[in-house]
Nanobody, 124 residues
Framework: VQLVESGGGLVQPGGSLRLSCTAS????????IGWFRQAPGKEREGVSC????????YVADSVKGRFTISRDNAKNTVYLQMNSLKPEDTAVYYC??????????????????WGQGTQVTVSS
């Protein structure tokens, strides 16, 4: 099982980024997967998670209406489209899966296969 994130970078407030997480060693559509972030000095938090076959989705209140999770099964990749970015969105973003089919709940402790993370910095 391997997850590789990409797409992070430096963006001005109000800008957009799309993060990608490409999976190998398993079929992404069969399992729940999510995006998480950790800012310096803060605990890791769930941003958005999606269940197997996109049955249900969780989105954190702090990003609702701005971030969208989606999946491209042909590419075995999950995306996080981030719009209207704010300085408080600055963090290392990770994707993770627990290789289960149990809904879209998003507590980080549930997930045990993690990517290496990608830095997102929102600053003028």
């Amino acid at each position: 099982v391997q997850l590789v994130e990409s797409g992070g970078g430096l963006v001005q407030p109000g800008g957009s980024l799309r993060l990608s997480c490409t999976a190998s060693g398993f079929t992404l559509d069969y399992y729940a997967i999510g995006w998480f972030r950790q800012a310096p000095g803060k605990e890791r938090e769930g941003v958005s998670c999606i269940s197997n076959s996109d049955v249900s989705t969780y989105v954190a209140d702090s990003v609702k209406g701005r971030f969208t999770i989606s999946r491209d099964n042909a590419k075995n990749t999950v995306y996080l489209q981030m719009n209207s970015l704010k300085p408080e969105d600055t963090a290392v973003y990770y994707c993770a899966t627990d290789l289960s089919t149990v809904g879209s709940s998003c507590p980080p402790l549930r997930y045990n296969y993690w990517g290496q993370g990608t830095q997102v910095t929102v600053s003028s």
